[in-house]
C-alpha cells in the first residue's frame, strides 16, 4: 500500500481515538506506520483533518502529534482557542 492511500484509510481511525479519548492509541499502529514517511503537505493534511473532524480541543492531543511527526512541528497552525 503506498502511503497516499495508508494515510487516507489511517484518517478516520487516527480521528475517531482522538474524538474518543484524546489520544491516538486506539489506532497506535496507523501512527506507527506513518511516523518518518509523510510529505509536509501530507502532515499537514492529517493535523487538520484530526482537529476538523475530532470535536477535541488540540491541546488534548497536540503534543503526541508532534512528538509523532518533530520535523514539521514549526509548520503546524496555531492552535485553535
Known sequence: MD????????KPFLTRSVSKTGEFYLAQEYLDQLKGNLSLEQALSLYEYIRDESQRLEEEWRDEFTD??????EYLPDPIC
Request: glycine fraction near 0%; avoid cysteine.
Open 3 to 10: 502511503i497516499e492511500a495508508l494515510l487516507n484509510e489511517a
Open 68 to 73: 509523532s511527526f518533530p520535523e514539521y512541528e
